[in-house]
C-alpha cells in the first residue's frame, strides 16, 4: 500500500465510528507548543516528577537500556544505552529505514475507524523500538507518553520490533499531569514478533477523570515468538476504549495477557484481549481482574478465536464488586474453526466474602485492613516470563499503584 | 483465663447455645465431645467474635476482660486463637502472607524461623507460596492451620475438629505439634498456654493429652469429667449413653 493508498483509505474512515466503545469527538484537540528537548529525565520539570514515576518511569535511567519521552506532541528525550536496541521517534525512524514503510498499518487497520483513521492524519511522534537480530536486550527499555496541558489531543503511532531470535523488555507509560482537565490520547501500537523472539511489554495507564483515551494496538507472532503483556490502570479515566488483539499466525507462537484493573469515580472502560490462533500450536492465555468502585462502568472482554491445529487458549476473568452503583460487564468469547484444539474460559464477577474477612480478623488484622489484604490478593496476578529483576520492579510498580487505592 | 458464664447464643434467630457454663484455667487443655450440629463450632464461633454468633444472653470473660461484645481482632490481639475446620480460600493471599499476617510481620519474605516450623510440619517453601487454601486437600488445610498458629503464638488455642478428614500419618504429626503449642511437653507448673478442642471422631486425643474432657449435647455441656473416661465412653457407647453414665455416676457420688 502506498503512502496515498493508505492516507485515501484513512480520509474514508474520517468518521467511520468504532465497533464499540462511546462514539466521543475527536474535533478541537489540539497539538499544543512544541516542547524542548532534554539532556537527561532529571531536566524533566519538577513539577511532573510522580507523574512519571507513577507511571513506572526512572528518572535516573538506572537499570534501562534505553529510555523515550514524548511530552504532548514533541519527543524531548530519547536515548539508547545497549547495543542492538533501536529507540526513537517513529517519524525519525521512518527517515532512517526505508522498509519500516511496511511496518506500517500492516497489523492494524488504518481504517479500523475514525481514531486510527486520525492517527494517521494528524499523527504526532510516537515511539519506535526495535531489537536487532539474535539481541537479548533484557535491560528493559522505558517509554512513556506524556499529556501536560489542557486540551491536547495526542495521537501516535508507535512501532515494536523484535527481530529474529531476539529478545526486548519494554516498560510504558502513559501519563496526564494533574492540571489537565481535559485531554484526548490515540495510540496505535504495532508489534511485530519475529522467529524465536520475545517481547514482554509492562503498562502503567495514569490517567486522569477528564482523559478520552482509545488505543488502538494488534501484535503478529512468527514461529515460536513470545509476546507478554502485563496491563495496569489504577487511575480514573473519562473513557477508554480498547481491545489490543495478538495474531499468533507461526508454529508455536505464544501470547500471554494479563490486565488488572481498578475502576473509581465515574470511570467508563471497555477493554478487551483477543487472541487469533492461526499457528499449529499456538497458546494464548488472557487473564484478567477488574475491580469496580464508585459509579464506575467495566466492560471486561476477552476473546480467543482458534484457528491452527493443536491450538490452546484460555480466558480467566475475574470482578470483584465494590459499590452497589459501579457496574461490571464481563464478556469472554471463544470461536472454534476446527476440531483438534482446546479453547476454556472461566469467569466469576463476586464480592469480598464475609468470611474472609471474619478468617483474616481472627489472625489479627482489623476489619479494615483484612479487605485490603483481599483486594490486593483479588488483584494480585503472577507476573509470569519477565526477567527476575523486573517482575521484581514491576511487583513494586504494581504495589505503589495499589498502595494509593487501598 | 477463659471464663464463659450462662451463655445462650442465637445463629439467624436460632437458639444454638443455652445456659453454657466453662471454665478453663491457664495451663489446661480441654476437650469438647459432641454429635454433629450440638452447637460446638458454634461456641467456638462465638469466643472468636464472629457477627453471625449473637450472644442474647451470659458473659464471656478472658484475661479478666469481658470481651462479649469486643471484634475479633481484639480477642485475637488478648491472645485467642483458632484452627478452623473449613477455612475460606483467598485468591492471591499466600499460605506465607498468612503466616506474617498472623505473626504480625509488614514484610513479604517469610521468616527464616517459621521456613524451619513448616519443615516440621513438611510444609515447603513451594507450599508457602500457594495461595490460601486453594486445592488444599483435608491434612493440608490442617498443617497450614497449624502453622499459622505456630507463627501467631496465642495463649488460648481453639481447635475445630482437628482430626478430620486428616490420614494417620497426619494425626500424629498434628498432636505432636499441638502438644507443643498447648506447653504439653513442659511440667504442668509451667504451663501457660490453655486450648480447647472440638472432635467428633476423638481421634485425636491418642496424641495429645488433654485435662478435662465435655460432652456437648442441645447447646449445653451434659457431663464432665477425665478425659481417658469420657473418651472410652464416647468412643463405646456414643454420646449420648456417655451422658447418662456421667448423670448416673453423678447421682452415685452424689449418694
Not at chain 2, 500419618?169 to 505432636?176: A, D, H, S
Amino acid at each position: 500500500m502506498t503512502k496515498k493508498e493508505t492516507i485515501e483509505r484513512a480520509e474514508r474512515a474520517k468518521t467511520k465510528k468504532a465497533a464499540l466503545g462511546e462514539d466521543i469527538t475527536i474535533e478541537g484537540y489540539i497539538a499544543g507548543e512544541e516542547h524542548e528537548t532534554l539532556n537527561s529525565l532529571d531536566e524533566f520539570p519538577e513539577e511532573y516528577r510522580q507523574d512519571l514515576l507513577d507511571a513506572g518511569i526512572e528518572p535516573s535511567e538506572k537499570g534501562r537500556s534505553g529510555s523515550f519521552l514524548q511530552r504532548d506532541c514533541s519527543v524531548v528525550f530519547s536515548t539508547v544505552k545497549y547495543p542492538g536496541l533501536e529507540l526513537m521517534s517513529t517519524t525519525d525512524a521512518l527517515k532512517k529505514h526505508d522498509w519500516l514503510k511496511d511496518y506500517l498499518w500492516k497489523a492494524v487497520p488504518v481504517d479500523q475507524d475514525k481514531y486510527t483513521a486520525d492517527v494517521e492524519l494528524g499523527q504526532t511522534q510516537g515511539y519506535f523500538i526495535r531489537s536487532e537480530p539474535g539481541k537479548k536486550v533484557t535491560m528493559p527499555v522505558q517509554s512513556c507518553l506524556f499529556i501536560s496541558s489542557d486540551k491536547i489531543g495526542q495521537k501516535v503511532h508507535n512501532i515494536v520490533i523484535a527481530e529474529e531470535n531476539s529478545e526486548l523488555h519494554i516498560i510504558t507509560g502513559c501519563s496526564v499531569s494533574h492540571a489537565v482537565n481535559s485531554a484526548l490520547h490515540l495510540g496505535v501500537s504495532e508489534f511485530y514478533v519475529k522467529k524465536g523472539a520475545k517481547i514482554t511489554f509492562t503498562m502503567i495507564h495514569n490517567w486522569g477523570p477528564g482523559m478520552e483515551v482509545r488505543p488502538r494496538s494488534a501484535v503478529v507472532i512468527e514461529d515460536d515468538g513470545a509476546f507478554i503483556s502485563n496491563y495496569i490502570l489504577m487511575t480514573p479515566v473519562k473513557s477508554l476504549q480498547m481491545y489490543p488483539t495478538a495474531y499468533c499466525v507461526g508454529k508455536n507462537a505464544r501470547a500471554s495477557f494479563q490486565t488488572v484493573i481498578y475502576a473509581i469515580g465515574d470511570t467508563k472502560i471497555d477493554s478487551g484481549t483477543r487472541t487469533v490462533l492461526r499457528g499449529e500450536g499456538s497458546r494464548s492465555e488472557i487473564i484478567s481482574r477488574v475491580i469496580a468502585t464508585d459509579n464506575a462502568k467495566v466492560i471486561a472482554r476477552s476473546d480467543v478465536i482458534g484457528e491452527g491445529t493443536n491450538a490452546r487458549g484460555h480466558i480467566e476473568c475475574r470482578g470483584l464488586m465494590l459499590s452497589d452503583t459501579a457496574e461490571i460487564d464481563s464478556i469472554p468469547e471463544l470461536k472454534a474453526t476446527r476440531k483438534d484444539l482446546d479453547l476454556s474460559h472461566e469467569a466469576a464477577v463476586g464480592k469480598v466474602a464475609e468470611e474472609e474477612i471474619q478468617y483474616l480478623m481472627a489472625r489479627g488484622l482489623s476489619e479494615e485492613e483484612a479487605t485490603s489484604v483481599i483486594i490486593r490478593g483479588f488483584l494480585n496476578v503472577d507476573i509470569t516470563g519477565l526477567p527476575e529483576g523486573l517482575a521484581r520492579e514491576t511487583k513494586k510498580m504494581f504495589d505503589l499503584s495499589l498502595e494509593k487505592v487501598v | 483465663m477463659l471464663e464463659i458464664k450462662d451463655l445462650t447464643v442465637e445463629v439467624e434467630g436460632k437458639e444454638i447455645i443455652r445456659n453454657l457454663n466453662l471454665n478453663i484455667e491457664e495451663g489446661e487443655v480441654h476437650v469438647l465431645f459432641g454429635p454433629n450440629g450440638c452447637g460446638k463450632t458454634t461456641l467456638l464461633m462465638t469466643l472468636l467474635g464472629f457477627p453471625n454468633y449473637k450472644v442474647t444472653g451470659g458473659c464471656i470473660m478472658f484475661k479478666g476482660v469481658d470481651i462479649t461484645n469486643l471484634p475479633t481482632n481484639e480477642r485475637v490481639k488478648l491472645g485467642m486463637g483458632m484452627s478452623f475446620q473449613h477455612p475460606p480460600e483467598i485468591r492471591g493471599v499466600k499460605l506465607g502472607d498468612m503466616v506474617n499476617i498472623a505473626q504480625g510481620r509488614k514484610e513479604e519474605t517469610i521468616d527464616e524461623d517459621v521456613i524451619a516450623l513448616a519443615k516440621r510440619l513438611n510444609i515447603s517453601v513451594e507450599f508457602l507460596n500457594r495461595d490460601v487454601n486453594l486445592g488444599f486437600s483435608g491434612g493440608e488445610v490442617k498443617r497450614s492451620e497449624i502453622l499459622q498458629l505456630l507463627a501467631q503464638s496465642p495463649d488460648f488455642i481453639m481447635f475445630d475438629e482437628p482430626d478430620s478428614g486428616v490420614d494417620v500419618e497426619n494425626i500424629e504429626l498434628i498432636g505432636k505439634i499441638m502438644s507443643e503449642l498447648l506447653d504439653r511437653n513442659k511440667m504442668p507448673s509451667k504451663r501457660e498456654k490453655a486450648g480447647l478442642i472440638i472432635t467428633h471422631s476423638g481421634s485425636i486425643m491418642r496424641h495429645i493429652k488433654a485435662d478435662r474432657a465435655h460432652v456437648m449435647l442441645e447447646g449445653r455441656i451434659a457431663c464432665s469429667g477425665m478425659p481417658d473416661e469420657i473418651t472410652r465412653n464416647v468412643m463405646e457407647t456414643g454420646f449420648e449413653r456417655c451422658v447418662e453414665l456421667c448423670v448416673r455416676s453423678k447421682e452415685v457420688d452424689a449418694e
